[in-house]
């Protein structure tokens, strides 16, 4: 296959990218990923997308920016780009392994971020067994029964509300003396009588027969007030961030230390010439849904001026 503009990725930044080229007349072809629609569509409800003035669900949102890339024109296939070429024009992505081949002669990354875990051994072994990542995904499992959150930002704080509407009980586990989530989601939070905050406290193991059963935690941690304690839970939630999805762009493209894609300046653009960076892959300040659909926008304007400068 072959196309003027390829899309790696389909959360805000992908879609947005391919409403902008289609309409620019490039026949985008995006490659959806592992996770089509991206981590929006394990969200529940969006309050802050422009346009949306009642809310929106996560999922609804994604359809919607899908549908209104369809429209204009875009290709998509569902699949994973599982290795890329840079090195010559026009550019190739290899998709699931070799079952397609797309040559693109600019190409906008926009692969996103997956949450990142705390690294204990024992977060691999209960991993669908109490361990996840995503309170809207799996909090349906834990229905009346106690959880626990990890993490003191928006996220954190979203998953621990979303929880408490189905656990009997949900500890926000929090490393340091405050959060850092919004005001309004801080509130939420500190009103809600099912949310117990642990401040100052991180976690040092899982535990369980066959299935999660509690955590051990540790308060004030390396202070002569430490203090270790248990609590039972049936769920514990990784709510820390993300780590961008650059893995198949090691060694092909310029990568900042923790692994997010380099842009030049205020464009959209790479170190390679014709290669072009959008949304949480490259953004490792705002990562919110709106400013990765900016630039998206930038990312495709971007590609089709370079084309434009090249014919
Ligand atoms: P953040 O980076 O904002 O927060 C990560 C949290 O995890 C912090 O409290 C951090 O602690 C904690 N943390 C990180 N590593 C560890 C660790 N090893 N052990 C324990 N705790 C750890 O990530 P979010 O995913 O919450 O948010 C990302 C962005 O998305 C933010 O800009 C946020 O505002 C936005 N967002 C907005 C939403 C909305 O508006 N509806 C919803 C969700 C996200 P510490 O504070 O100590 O660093």
Do not use: W
Request: proline fraction near 4%; charged fraction near 20%.
């Amino acid at each position: 296959m072959k196309t003027k503009c390829l899309i790696i990725g389909s959360g805000p930044a992908g879609y947005t990218a391919a409403i902008y080229a289609s309409r620019a007349n490039l026949s985008p072809i995006i490659v959806e990923g592992p996770q089509p629609g991206g981590q929006l569509t394990t969200t529940t409800e969006v309050e802050n997308f422009p346009g949306y003035f009642e809310g929106v669900q996560g999922p609804r949102l994604m359809e919607d920016l899908r549908t209104q890339a369809l429209r204009f024109g875009a290709e998509i296939i569902t699949g994973t780009v599982t290795e890329v070429d840079f090195s010559t024009r026009p550019f190739k992505a290899t998709v699931d392994g070799g079952k397609t081949i797309v040559e693109g002669d600019t190409v906008i990354i926009s692969t996103g971020a997956s949450a990142r875990y705390l690294g204990l051994p024992d977060e691999k072994k209960y991993q669908g067994l109490g361990v996840s990542a995503c309170a809207t995904c799996d909090g349906f499992f834990f229905r009346k029964r106690p959880v626990a959150v990890v993490g003191g930002g928006d996220t954190a704080c979203e998953e621990a509300l979303y929880l408490a509407g189905l656990a009997s009980k949900v500890y926000l586990i929090v490393r340091k003396d405050f959060l850092r989530a919004s005001k309004v989601m801080q509130k939420r939070v500190f009103e809600n009588e099912k949310i117990e905050v642990l401040f100052n406290t991180n976690t040092t193991g899982l535990e369980g027969e066959e299935v999660l059963e509690r955590a051990h935690l540790v308060r004030f941690k390396g202070t002569p007030q430490e203090d270790h304690f248990t609590i039972d839970i049936d769920g514990f939630f990784l709510a820390i961030g993300h780590q961008p999805n650059t893995k198949i762009f090691e060694g092909k493209i310029a990568l900042d230390p923790q692994g997010y894609i380099l842009t030049e300046g205020r464009s959209t653009a790479t170190n390679i010439a014709g290669v072009f960076a959008a949304g949480d892959v490259a953004d490792p300040q705002y990562q919110q849904a709106i400013s990765a659909a900016g630039m998206g926008c930038r990312a495709a304007l971007d590609a089709e001026r370079f084309l434009m400068l090249q014919e």
